[in-house]
């Protein structure tokens, strides 16, 4: 009866990612990887914009600007584009097939947290329930499925690449660390951690770790460009685009409203790298290392948060990489419900005030997008104040997170959400 159940749950979920998937995408980040895919496909450089619009009979295609992730998504998306849009050139069927690895990486990261639940001797219950809660979570189906974002990757390569590292599978866990990196540098913060953990065990681990995490980072950042003689020239020059902008779910969430732009100017441009003496200063709260898994979760989840709450962008997606350590150390006790709930909550009521939900409608439902989207600029400043007020609990709720993982006394006992 329990694998009925469960075998029910899994296709109810991936049912619901499907339909998601294939009415639902983000009109500027699908339109970017799709037309990606079709460069990387046909063996042009997915670096160099291109209007497509005559190809895909979209004016959403004109003007588009380069992807900004390293090489292996738009090689993911080229791989995407030759099995789907050149057999069946459907717009629908594209976007969809686009994030069939997104919803698989949703479904292997549910199984690894309920294996990492077991693991530390919580019980089955418990940790079926955490896979069922990240089966049905509405903030990562929203994040991934819907809007196209391949956060959920990250996460699970990275949660992988920790549990090897516990388990000292040195080799797998750094090529995993590697491959979480090179998808989206958000993972970087996971690097201290897992130095400072080696370390402490052995100067030799911790130089043959880092020679095959380099090894791999070359492998899967630099290696395609020179394999496929890409022209990294437009990397190099907006190679600090990130860091130049003020707004998403960061604390330079008003900038907009002032600056009606979110381009950081003069000395506001300074903010943008706060980042790196943050993460410095916080590696003196990794000692005295412990070597146990709950402290690489503890520790991981609060140098990811510093991160994003230090930065001055941050988009919704993004937190997918800490939701699943956030879910683990709830149900192990290390950190109160409280925080779970406002880590997934808040930033889907941040996303329907930053018209990012009314921008999913781009591939189904294109006419009622933009009757959304011209509604919400009418109502731009009220908006903008709206989703302010919002950071200010997420800010909260992320600095309580780290303060709490870089304790050493563990939050009371409580195997469960409430």
């Known amino acids: 009866m329990n694998k009925l159940h469960n075998a029910t749950l899994l296709i109810l979920s991936v049912a619901i990612q499907l339909v998601a998937g294939f009415f639902l995408g983000h009109r500027y980040d699908m339109s970017i990887f799709m037309a990606t895919g079709y460069l990387a496909g046909t063996g042009q450089n997915p670096y160099i914009p291109q209007d497509l619009s005559a190809l895909f009979h979209s004016a959403y295609f004109s003007g588009l600007s380069s992807i900004g992730y390293g090489p292996l998504w738009p090689l993911m998306l080229g791989l995407v584009y030759r099995c789907s849009y050149a057999l069946v050139p459907n717009l629908l069927v594209y976007n969809c097939a686009i994030k069939l690895p997104i919803m698989a990486a949703n479904i292997g990261l549910a199984y690894l947290v309920e294996h990492v639940l077991d693991k530390m001797g919580y019980g089955s219950a418990v940790a079926r329930r955490a896979r069922i809660y990240l089966f049905f979570n509405p903030f990562l189906l929203y994040a991934s499925s819907a809007w196209g974002q391949f956060d959920s990757c990250v996460a699970f390569f990275a949660l992988l690449a920790l549990i090897l590292l516990d388990a000292g599978k040195l080799s797998y866990s750094a090529i995993l660390l590697a491959l979480a990196i090179s998808l989206k540098p958000t993972a970087l913060p996971l690097l201290p951690v897992f130095m400072c953990f080696l370390l402490s065990k052995s100067w030799r681990k911790t130089l043959t770790y880092c020679g095959i995490l380099a090894t791999g980072l070359f492998l899967f950042c630099v290696f395609p460009f020179v394999i496929f003689k890409w022209d990294p020239g437009i990397i190099f020059k907006h190679y600090n685009a990130h860091f130049i ?174």
């Open 245 to 418: 902008v003020g707004g998403g779910m960061s604390f330079m969430s008003w900038y907009e409203l002032f600056k009606y732009s979110y381009t950081l100017t003069g000395n506001w441009q300074s903010l943008g790298m706060m980042w790196m003496p943050a993460l410095a200063i916080s590696i003196l709260a990794l000692f005295p290392v412990e070597h146990s898994l709950v402290y690489l979760l503890k520790k991981s989840a609060a140098f990811v948060l510093i991160f994003f709450l230090t930065r001055t962008w941050l988009s919704e997606p993004n937190i997918i990489l800490v939701l699943s350590f956030v879910l683990i150390l709830t149900l192990s006790g290390n950190l109160p419900p409280v925080l779970l709930t406002a880590v997934w909550v808040l930033p889907l009521i941040f996303g329907f005030f930053n018209t990012s939900m009314a921008q999913l409608l781009f591939p189904g439902f294109p006419g009622v997008m933009e009757q959304l989207l011209v509604l919400s600029d009418r109502f731009r400043d009220v908006r903008i104040v709206a989703r302010t007020i919002i950071v200010v609990p997420w800010l909260i709720a992320g600095w309580w997170i780290v303060i709490a993982c870089l304790k050493r006394r563990p939050y009371a006992s409580a195997n469960n959400l409430s």
